[in-house]
């Protein structure tokens, strides 16, 4: 590491956010080595936020509290928004970033690829066959729902692809850990002397 590295500031950032549907309070470290403190009650949901932040070596804490009696939905969305926000609010003005990350992740029979850029222009397109419900009615669809909130707050551009398998919480879980990979690789400090991370000068 060198030493402009080791005395960049730490990328912190702390989002809440309440609806009339939702309560949710998050804090994410860049920086950070893994750490998950997660809670949003829907336990599935709880386990992949885990992998994202254990794989993509950050930080991140999460209390959420939705109508769970009437849906998911409400509360998965929220928690992709305030993830969106808290990424977009720690990598302040992208200008030291790699900002392009790619990851291919197996789990057992699965495989799923991401490819995202940190580039200003929200994305979240999926291909492949969405996984189907799993443990506890999270599904596939609501996944897509977490992504696009995600995207569409960090000014994401976000692919994510099932290339194949036969068990849902594996397509699902593969899905998870190569967007954890993707993720740190984009928000990764490349460490050289240059204003943007673009040619036109601005994201």
């Known amino acids: 590491m060198s030493d402009k590295q080791a005395a960049a500031p730490r990328r912190l950032a702390s989002i809440s956010r309440a609806t009339r549907e939702t309560r949710v309070d998050l804090v994410l470290n860049l920086d950070g080595t893994g750490l998950a403190e997660i809670d949003s009650g829907i336990g599935f949901f709880d386990h992949m936020l885990t992998q994202l932040a254990f794989h993509g070596f950050f930080d991140l804490q999460i209390k959420a509290a939705g109508d769970l009696a009437v849906d998911l939905h409400h509360t998965v969305e929220d928690v992709g928004i305030c993830l969106g926000q808290a990424f977009s609010q720690a990598l302040g003005g992208r200008r030291d970033i790699v900002r392009y990350g790619q990851a291919l992740a197996p789990m057992d029979e699965s495989l799923a690829r991401v490819a995202l850029d940190f580039s200003g222009r929200p994305l979240c397109l999926t291909r492949g066959r969405i996984p189907a419900a799993v443990a506890g009615g999270f599904s596939g669809q609501l996944a897509v729902e977490f992504w696009r909130g995600l995207a569409n707050n960090a000014g994401l551009t976000l692919h994510i692809e099932f290339l194949y ?27 050289k002397e240059r204003e943007h991370a673009s040619t036109k000068g601005i994201l």
């Open 165 to 191: 398998g036969d068990n849902d919480h594996h397509l699902l879980e593969a899905a998870f850990k190569a967007l954890a990979r993707a993720l740190a690789a984009a928000a990764a400090r490349h460490g």
